[in-house]
């Protein structure tokens, strides 16, 4: 029972660097979510995708990037890590049902810090 | 899309039933009311949902008053593993999910 595997768990990252962080679902889900959670916040939506192929920004899409290249798989991508972008990032999907989201199920999360 | 209210702490005796309350009284008629907890820095895990009826599940029950504008979430019997984060959320488009702070649980020995 994997359900959402997120990697890495953790990562330290320098100013301007870049990274990505996997999201690997096996549970054949439509749809797939990208979160940031900053300390003492509820979670922002970065990006999602509703199938394999598709992307669409979220509320704080600026300086991520993602790839939906395979079903099982949303990669989330830091072009020029900033030390804004330190968070937390969990991972979600669900199946979905028809324009709403159904039930969400997360990933671990994976702890990024930049220096 | 409907946008949640919580309080953003509560306290509660082990053992005894907790209930934690939700606002969304821009809720529309087709969304239905989610809850998650979120323990420690862990993933948030899905509990519950429902629509119009009161929902019961193994973790818990969900109270939605008539007019759908509010809901409770009660679990029966509060052990410290239940210290966590809850979040009401109303199930909307994709874009719109909205967690907002949720209620931090206390659950007192």
């Known amino acids: 029972n994997a359900g959402v595997t997120q990697t890495p768990k953790f990562r330290v990252l320098k100013t301007g660097q870049s990274m990505t962080l996997l999201c690997a679902q096996d549970?054949?889900?439509?749809?797939m979510y990208w979160y940031r959670q900053d300390p003492g916040m509820g979670l922002r939506l970065i990006h999602y995708?509703?199938?394999?192929?598709?992307?669409a920004k979220g509320e704080v899409p600026d300086g991520y990037n993602v790839s939906r290249l395979k079903k099982q798989n949303f990669l989330l991508g830091l072009e020029s890590a900033a030390p804004s972008q330190t968070s937390v990032y969990f991972c979600?999907?669900?199946?979905?049902?028809?324009?709403?989201?159904?039930?969400?199920?997360f990933g671990e999360g994976s702890r990024l810090t930049v220096l | 899309d409907a946008k949640t209210t919580q309080p953003p702490s509560m306290d509660c005796a082990e053992g005894r039933a907790a209930n934690l309350p939700c606002n969304h009284s821009?809720?529309?008629?087709?969304?239905?009311v989610y809850w998650y907890r979120q323990i420690h820095s862990q993933g948030p895990q899905y509990i519950i949902h429902?629509?119009?009826n009161n929902e019961t599940n193994e973790m818990a029950s969900l109270i939605i008053t008539e007019d759908r504008k509010s809901s409770t979430l009660i679990l029966p019997h509060a052990t410290l593993r239940d210290t966590a984060v809850y979040y009401c959320?109303?199930?909307?488009?994709?874009?719109?999910?909205?967690f907002g702070k949720g209620t931090r649980l206390h659950i007192l020995p």
């Open positions: 995708s509703v199938g394999e192929g598709t992307t």
């Open positions: 821009t809720i529309s008629g087709n969304e239905y």
């Open positions: 429902g629509l119009k």
């Open positions: 959320i109303t199930n909307s488009r994709h874009d719109k999910i909205i």
């Open positions: 549970m054949n889900h439509e749809y």
């Open positions: 979600a999907s669900s199946q979905g049902q028809g324009t709403t989201t159904g039930e969400l199920f």
